[in-house]
């Protein structure tokens, strides 16, 4: 293909309190062969000077294409006419090369209120692509035009499902006599002088967390698909994203703007679930104070706070009260603290508790999420993690869609602790499977001499696990609080890793 193309080009003239204003709209499909890159529709009107207007991304096609769309909105003034009749092209920066798409030079052309016109290229084309739903959405709408020059439709239908076609939905287009309304809020009227029908059709989604769809277009004779290149059109809502991260127990320089960094980055990242391990608090002679709770003071910095769910295991620094927490943006209809330690000596620091939530996501169901910080092998991990691995297991029943073991496990990949939970064959490494094992990097190092004598390249010793007959897959894992990524915050790392249904 070439690096870019036009897909669409819209032309609308409408009113808004009677004052007349024409919006541009320019979609196009780029081939992503740089992060760094520049797409711009370079247009000018009838007899005016030429113009530069940038695009922006819209959305993913796939590993190597995307969509970036630009639009202009022009009020009609006394001082100002509006741009009428266009011509432009499409210009790619990247790599220190341009790559154009005008036509090799002769350049499009849009008239004045022309409504939509197609790329040459399309017979059939859905004109709305959108790959996100919206909490609380229903219906779906699909908005397709049809180049009536070439093509005589009789009849447009969206074939879709909602359980990776394991059932298959077909629903018809209507011919709509006005187009949708505009961002004006303004009806326009389907007199489209570049002779493009435009058909629509609302998809009933109701719970469902994805569909997928593409466009049959029947004419005389033959069925023409606008199926996305043969990968189907897709939507779906937001993925659970879980951030895993250790606190290092108020030993932190700075502690404070730390707090505030930590949650600052869980409001950028819209992170759901959050699981936090030496999350302290002030020992106070044991009666702790939660005021003074690590995770508390995190969440109370958020946006909006979320639910939070918190116990401790053992006095740390001989002045905390040292703990483990769960955040999460939904509700927590479970939770339940275990000792999974052989002791439960408070004034041990080998005394483990493991905090547990049940998370009710939107559009996916229970998840069962434990907050973990367990010894090192020679301090009893085999039977810690033995422990939690059946507490994990009673909970894992036909309502919950998903188990993850979340935190600091204090193994390191290719150990005798890493190879217990691997042997398990219950659980697989979330990180490992979404980056593979190519790029995994060495993200979790301290100056510590224990570290220096590792045989292995991949220094992580926090982790999420997930029940391999989890309903889940894991969509993307990133590191965390490095010092080009929201900073360092602690001794350790964090992670954040996406996820949805499969």
């Not at 190519?438 to 997930?466: E, G, S």
């Amino acid at each position: 293909m070439e690096k870019i193309q036009l897909l669409y080009v819209k032309n609308i003239i409408s009113k808004k309190k009677k004052l007349a204003q024409q919006t541009l709209t320019f979609f196009m499909r780029v081939e992503h062969v740089s992060y760094d890159k520049q797409v711009d529709v370079v247009w000018r009107s009838e007899g005016g000077t030429w113009q530069t207007l940038p695009a922006t991304y819209h959305s993913k096609l796939d590993e190597n294409k995307e969509y970036w769309c630009a639009e202009a909105i022009f009020h009609l003034t006394t001082e100002q006419p509006l741009p009428g009749n266009i011509e432009f092209g499409l210009r790619y920066q990247a790599l220190d090369k341009d790559y154009w798409d005008n036509r090799d030079g002769l350049n499009y052309v849009s008239p004045a209120g022309s409504g939509v016109k197609l790329a040459d290229d399309f017979q059939v084309l859905n004109i709305a692509v959108n790959d996100r739903l919206a909490d609380g959405q229903k219906f779906f709408s699909v908005v397709v035009a049809v180049n009536n020059q070439s093509v005589q439709a009789q009849k447009v239908t969206i074939h879709w499902t909602t359980n990776n076609w394991q059932t298959v939905y077909e629903t018809p287009c209507q011919l709509k006599k006005t187009y949708w309304h505009d961002k004006a809020r303004s009806f326009v009227k389907n007199q489209n002088r570049q002779g493009v029908q435009i058909w629509q059709s609302l998809l009933n989604v109701n719970q469902a967390f994805r569909i997928q769809y593409c466009i049959a277009c029947e004419c005389e004779g033959q069925v023409l698909w606008d199926n996305q290149y043969g990968k189907n059109y897709s939507a779906s809502h937001k993925p659970l994203a879980v951030m895993i991260l250790n606190l290092h127990c108020y030993q932190e320089d700075n502690q404070d703007d730390k707090f505030s960094q930590i949650a600052k980055a869980i409001d950028d990242l819209a992170v759901d679930v959050v699981c936090f391990q030496e999350a302290a608090e002030l020992w106070n002679d044991g009666a702790g104070d939660w005021n003074t709770n690590a995770a508390k003071i995190i969440n109370d910095r958020l946006d909006k706070p979320y639910y939070i769910y918190a116990n401790w295991s053992h006095l740390g620094f001989d002045k905390y009260r040292e703990g483990v927490a769960i955040l999460s943006r939904y509700p927590l209809p479970e939770t339940e603290a275990r000792y999974v330690s052989e002791t439960n000596d408070v004034y041990s620091i080998h005394s483990r508790k493991v905090v547990m939530a049940q998370v009710q996501v939107p559009y996916m169901g229970l998840v069962n999420i434990f907050s973990a910080h367990l010894s090192w092998w020679e301090d009893g991990f085999a039977h810690q993690f033995e422990n939690l691995h059946g507490w994990a297991a009673e909970k894992h029943d036909n309502h919950v869609v998903g188990t993850l073991l979340c935190g600091d496990f204090n193994i390191s990949p290719g150990s005798q602790g890493y190879q217990l939970v691997m042997d398990s064959n219950d659980y697989g490494d979330q990180f490992l499977i979404a980056n593979s094992p190519d790029v995994t990097q060495k993200i979790f190092q301290v100056n510590d001499p224990y570290w220096q004598h590792q045989p292995v390249d991949d220094y992580r010793i926090d982790y999420i696990f997930m029940h391999k007959t989890s309903v889940l897959k894991v969509c993307s894992g990133r590191v965390l609080f490095t010092d080009t990524d929201y900073g360092k915050v602690s001794d350790h790392c964090g992670y954040v890793m996406t996820f949805e249904p499969k």
